[in-house]
């Protein structure tokens, strides 16, 4: 089957378009100059870009054997084949055991929308499953009854819980050979030379500590922790997010210590040829004299560590302040005197100020001061305000690592125009629906489908002249839990058969909109003034400790910290309380509904104001907006679907009644 690369969609093999949505599956522009080539070419004819899906193998091989080189193919299927990467052959790698030869290279996919290997035997693994009579089979004994290689165990165990550990594509293994193929981050920048090059400020230095340190006793625990020693192994992606280039089995007589990982920061941060800071000198000495004992203290020193740090920054801009307001009090004490007017500023040395939108001219917030009445506080005024215009768009995306999407989104919207002599003016009605589903095989998009359909219709039978009030919208929630809650108790699922989704739901009309979620996906806003909000709160274990008034640090330390505690389908009405809310916008807003495969790792807040901020602007395509943020959201969170929907209101001051 050829998977759609725009939506996802499995496609017969002689098929050259996609059923669903018509995109190309045999041919892709180059990101360069925008040529179409065929989706196995390496490079662009016209431009010379290198177009071609490539990924690191790595093979074990036992006894001597010839290495492979560039031009041949790796699997017998002719889909990976070598190219040219240090050197023309497989270049051999060191291993613990003499007795096995590893290396590893570079290979370009053929057939890059075929299903891989895996990815079909991931898909078996969820039939078998099922099918077990032990309930809780090991993965261990799945994966061995249907042959995926050891060698690519450890990466399918540690990827879903660490975006720092390379997802694996494919996996096969043949007589004595085995092969994997990962995400290939050979151009991902070293680390040393990210700090070499000044890019990184201390601050950022002890983030990646930090990281490496919360990766430590897992991979130990593995026998991987080798892995965390070898400088060219150790990466920041674009973003300067850290990561593994690949992973390494520890020797088997002398695995590596904590001393080893304090000389390998030290050796580290020499090269780096960073300032020293003094706190983390002396925390890398008391690593390698063996006075730190263990990785938990480690980690409670580099947060220890993290905060003197801030406090140290904090007192420098403190200072700085104080010595930017004092210059500010002497040049009041001494005003300029009034230019003449052959010093005014002219037109010409105004041109190269930034062009103020038509659409964006107004300030739609309450600061704004058009209409204040004279004498009025300009800081406070508050003005009504009317829908300028309303433009949405929604994307999902399968994730790198699953093999099937349960997300399900559905928007609907209706914007009415009127055109006068005063402009034009707009009333608009949308519903928004982000569904996150679980269950068994298949089970979690059936109840996330179930849910938005259900909700769908519920609204287009009760969304009358205003906007639903709570009630309403509590009723309607409550009655496709009921809905998903029957069909499983007619089919008499238990347990983790049970299906399930999360919701979060945006109701628009006007300047006035209604959220409501049950489960942890989010609705974010953006606005010019108050930056990035997150509307809802996860109604998972350890939000709920939070609210009890555990601290958080001791909350999302549990085990079942993530764990919901809501969600639409296993459980009857009873136990479900939905979160609903109401605002009255008084600005242009940005708003974001997502599943947890986008937020995951504080991807939103960590990205707001690069991939979020500029959207806010009519200028700027969603549909775009919405492809970058979930392209990063794949390097990031990859481990899981990913859904989005943007909303962009953008508002004006009231202009006065008018007839529809």
Request: aromatic share 6%; proline share 4%; hydrophobic share 35%.
């Amino acid at each position: 089957m050829l998977v759609c690369p725009q939506c996802q969609f499995e496609n017969p093999n002689n098929h050259r378009f996609c059923q669903r949505c018509g995109t190309s599956l045999t041919h892709k522009p180059c990101h360069e100059c925008g040529t179409t080539v065929p989706l196995s070419t390496e490079t662009c004819p016209n431009c010379g870009a290198f177009t071609g899906t490539v990924w690191l193998a790595i093979l074990v091989e036992q006894g001597e054997i010839e290495p492979q080189k560039s031009g041949e193919y790796l699997d017998l299927g002719r889909r990976y084949r070598l190219i040219a990467s240090n050197g023309n052959t497989l270049t051999e790698t060191v291993d613990s055991n003499p007795s096995r030869q590893v290396s590893r290279g570079e290979v370009i996919d053929c057939q890059p929308l075929q299903k891989s290997v895996l990815g079909i035997l991931l898909e078996q693994q969820a039939e078998i499953s099922e099918t077990l009579e032990d309930s809780q089979p090991s993965n261990t004994s799945l994966w061995q009854r249907i042959g995926i290689p050891e060698l690519a165990k450890p990466y399918l165990a540690l990827q879903e819980r660490f975006a720092s550990i390379p997802v694996v594509h494919d996996a096969w293994q043949e007589d004595k050979k085995e092969v994997i193929l990962i995400e290939d981050r050979s151009n991902w920048q070293l680390l040393t030379d990210w700090w070499k090059d000044k890019q990184a400020s201390i601050a950022d230095i002890i983030a990646g500590l930090k990281e490496i340190a919360s990766l430590w006793d897992t991979l130990a625990k593995a026998g991987l922790s080798k892995s965390l020693l070898i400088e060219e192994n150790l990466r920041v992606d674009g973003e300067h997010r850290f990561g593994l280039g690949q992973l390494y089995q520890n020797s088997s007589d002398s695995p590596p210590t904590l001393q080893d990982l304090g000389k390998t920061w030290e050796k580290l941060l020499e090269k780096s040829k960073l300032e020293k800071f003094e706190l983390l000198t002396q925390l890398l000495d008391q690593l390698e004299s063996g006075t730190i004992e263990n990785i938990a203290e480690l980690r409670l020193k580099l947060v220890h560590l993290s905060q003197k740090q801030q406090m140290e920054a904090k007192t420098t801009a403190s200072s700085f302040a104080a010595t930017q307001s004092a210059i500010a009090v002497a040049a009041d004490e001494n005003p300029p005197q009034k230019a003449s007017s052959a010093d005014e500023p002219t037109t010409e040395k105004l041109v190269n100020m930034p062009p103020v939108e038509p659409e964006d001219s107004f300030d739609s917030g309450p600061m704004s001061t058009r209409g204040a009445s004279e004498g009025e506080d300009l800081s406070t005024a508050v003005l009504p305000m009317e829908l300028l215009s309303l433009t949405d768009g929604g994307y999902t995306d399968r994730g790198r690592s699953r093999h099937h999407n349960e997300d399900y989104f559905g928007m609907r919207s209706q914007v009415k125009k009127q055109l006068s002599s005063r402009g034009k003016k707009y009333q608009a009605r949308g519903l928004y629906i982000v569904c996150d589903g679980m269950g068994g095989h298949a089970a979690g998009e059936v109840a996330s489908a179930m849910a938005v359909e259900t909700l769908q219709r519920y609204f287009i039978a009760n969304w009358h002249d205003d906007l639903p009030d709570r009630e309403t919208i509590e009723k309607g929630i409550l009655l496709t839990n009921e809905t998903i809650f029957n069909i499983n108790q007619k089919n008499s699922r238990s347990g983790n058969g049970r299906m399930g989704t999360t919701l979060v739901m945006a109701l628009v009309q006007d300047t006035k909109v209604a959220f409501a979620h049950v489960g942890d996906s989010r609705i974010y806003r953006v606005t010019r003034k108050g930056g990035l909000e997150q509307l809802t709160i996860d109604h998972e274990v350890g939000q709920r400790a939070i609210q009890g008034g555990v601290a958080p640090e001791i909350a999302y330390a549990r085990p079942d910290a993530y764990q919901l505690t809501q969600a639409l389908g296993p459980h009857g009405s009873k136990f479900i309380k939905p979160d609903v809310h109401f605002l009255e916008l008084q600005e242009d807003s940005l708003f974001l509904l997502c599943s947890d495969g986008l937020s995951d790792n504080a991807l939103v807040e960590n990205h707001w104001q690069t991939y979020l901020t500029p959207l806010i602007s009519s200028s700027s395509s969603l549909d775009k907006g919405l492809r970058k943020l979930i392209d990063l959201a794949n390097q990031h969170n990859g481990h899981d679907n990913i859904t989005a929907i943007l909303i962009r209101m953008k508002l004006r001051p009231y202009l006065g009644s008018g007839n529809w």
